[in-house]
Every structure is written in C-alpha cells, then in structure tokens.
C-alpha cells in the first residue's frame, strides 16, 4: 500500500497547489504523510454526512472539492461542526485533502468534466491560463452540442445529466431560443456570462446566480443563463479524480447529496 505522502504527490501533480487562488486552502488538512492509504473517498464537501460515509466504508483517506477551512480558525474544539469533522477523521485514522480552486484550472478539472458529463464536445477552456501548467488550462470551458436545440430542451437535458437534487435546474432567456454553444462553470460562475458571449456561447450553465446580475446579462449581453445546484455541477469532477488514483488505491465516489438546500416548493398564485 502506497503512503499518504506518495499519493499525495500523485494527486498534486494533476492538480498543483500553487494554482490555487490566494485566498484558497488547499493541500491536506489532517492526517500523518506516512500511514498507509488502501481506500480513498471523493465527496464534495467535508461534512459530517460524508465523514459517516468513510468512516462506515473504512476508508483511510477523504478527498473533497471544497475546503474544511478557508477563514482562519484558532480552534478545531469539537464544539463546533468543523472541529467535528477534524476529531472524528483523526479519531478513525481517516485523512483529508482537498483540491478546490487548483482543480478548476486544472486539465482535466472541474468543468472539463461537467461539459463531459453534458455531451459537449471540441471542450476548450472559457478563460484560458498560460504559463507552467500543461494542457488547455484556465477556469471555465466552452464546447458545442451534437445537435441544436431550445433553451427549454436544453435545460431539460441539463437535468437529466446531473445529479438530481432539490434546488433543480433553472434557466434565463427565451425558452424557444435554439443553442448550440454551450459554456460551463461548475461552482459560482456568474460573472463570466460577458467573457462566456465573448466566446460565441449561446448559454453559460453554472451556479449561484443572483437576480439583477442574471436580468441584465440577458438584456444586455443577449446570453442565456442555466443555473443548477452548485453540488450538483461540481459532481462530475469526483470521478476525473477518482480515476487518478484508480491504479494504485481501491476508490469511491460518494453519491451522498450535499447541497444544503433540500425543499423545493412552487407557488400555485400569481404575483402581487
């Protein structure tokens, strides 16, 4: 069995923590360099939920998208959900690591894997990154359907393809338009609809939206908007990363859903 330190090195070296935001924290959290790694769990969030998922599945290692930690903290006291999580996975021997923002990059990261996940093809990245990295690098991509179709099926297709959850998948623009260009930005990538029309997309799919931002992207930039639940687009990636590793450690993909919102309701009235 391979080190926690060896895969470490392995994962790093398709997704490097010197890509990451300033303000990210990536890297591992928890856990000794040389205890023995036999079976590794990807999840999107550290959260009591999953760590019960490796705990009960025994596996050795947690790796997540998103940070446990990204303010600073002065306590990791089990008073808290995240001090919870830190004694829990020391408690049972269970390490954890996380590639966040140095996975969006990434070649393949993040949205190579949601535009996959979509059936787009000829992926190229939406905000490209030169320098030491390798491959079409940068945050975003933008790729073409196999065949046209409206906005209405688009966002049809959209659900059918991602993870299902209660936020759903909700769209901005005339449902009779017909697409073909799609971006994609899995996690909060609202402030790339001008860049994502800049490249010829008629669609920019991703997460968070907000409501002036999104009316006035379509007024003004004449793009429409997919929003799905920021779990549900970065998903995908679980299994790009799974694979990394799937020649040298037993993996697994938690299919736990993490989003936080769990209702969704539809108002049956009109509005005042």
Not at 7 to 29: I, M, N, Q, S, T
Not at 92 to 100: E, T
Not at 105 to 134: F, I, M, N, Y
Not at 152 to 180: K, N
Request: charged share 20%.
């Amino acid at each position: 069995m391979p080190a926690l330190a060896e895969v470490v090195r392995e994962l790093e070296c398709h997704y490097d923590p010197a890509w990451a935001e300033p303000w990210d924290a990536v890297g591992l959290v928890c856990g000794d360099p040389e205890t023995s790694v036999a079976r590794v769990l990807f999840a999107v969030d550290p959260v009591e939920v999953v760590v019960d998922e490796a705990i009960t599945g025994g596996f050795d290692l947690l790796v997540t998208h998103h940070p446990l930690f990204l303010g600073g903290t002065t306590s990791v006291a089990a008073t808290t959900p995240k001090g919870r999580v830190v004694h829990r996975l020391l408690r049972a021997g269970i390490a954890l690591y996380v590639a966040h923002t140095n996975a969006d990059v990434a070649s393949p990261g993040v949205s190579d894997a949601l535009g996959d996940a979509l059936g787009l093809s000829d992926l190229r990245p939406l905000l490209p990154e030169l320098g030491a990295r390798s491959g079409p690098c940068g945050l975003g991509r933008v790729g073409e359907l196999a065949e046209p179709m409206t906005l209405t099926e688009f966002t049809d297709h959209v659900a059918r393809s991602l993870p299902r959850t209660s936020w759903g998948v909700r769209a901005a623009g005339d449902p009779h338009r017909v697409v073909r260009t799609i971006a994609v930005c899995g996690g909060s990538g609202g402030d790339l609809a001008a860049e994502a029309r800049g490249t010829g997309a008629d669609v920019l799919l991703t997460s968070d939206l907000k409501h002036h931002a999104a009316s006035e992207s379509v007024a003004d930039l004449g793009i429409c908007l997919v929003d799905a639940a920021h779990w549900a687009t970065e998903w995908p990636w679980l299994k790009s990363a799974a694979r990394i590793l799937a020649t040298t450690v037993e993996t697994s993909v938690s299919t736990t859903v993490t989003d936080p919102w769990t209702l969704h309701a539809t108002s049956t009235t009109g509005g005042t």
